[in-house]
């Protein structure tokens, strides 16, 4: 059985930072494009980073450009999201994804075959 399980979520004020991780289980992680994605209320998931199988290369929405960076190590089968300089704007739950490639990077939420159940991660003024 396949797990993502998300952890670092919480209360931040503006400007600060925040590491999010994604501890993966049940899948061959090395062989699995992992992505970040969010959800704000009343609003649409969006895609925030992904990264390929090896780490070799990242992929960033325009909104997050700069500011996020999105690290895996295959070692602890465990992806990262590091964010910094955060606005209000960035809050919403964040989900990781697992895609089954290793080498494509999409934003596309459907093409992504497992989810984790998300953290909070909320930005104050």
């Known amino acids: 059985q396949v797990q993502l399980v998300e952890s670092g979520g919480g209360l931040v004020q503006a400007g600060g930072s925040l590491r999010l991780s994604c501890a993966a289980s049940?899948?061959?992680?090395?062989?699995?494009?992992m992505g970040w994605f969010r959800q704000a209320p009343g609003k649409e998931r969006e895609f925030v980073a992904a990264?390929?199988?090896?780490?070799?290369?990242?992929y960033y929405a325009d909104s997050v450009k700069g500011r996020f960076t999105i690290s895996r190590d295959n070692a602890k089968n465990t992806v990262y999201l590091h964010m910094n300089n955060l606005t209000p704007e960035d809050t919403a739950v964040y989900y990781c994804?697992?895609?089954?490639?290793?080498?494509?990077?999409?934003?596309?939420?459907?093409?992504?075959?497992?989810w984790g159940q998300g953290t909070q991660v909320t930005v104050s003024s």
């Open positions: 994804a697992a895609a089954p490639f290793s080498s494509v990077l999409t934003s596309t939420p459907n093409r992504y075959r497992y």
């Open positions: 049940g899948l061959t992680f090395s062989s699995y494009t």
């Open positions: 990264i390929w199988s090896s780490g070799a290369t990242t």
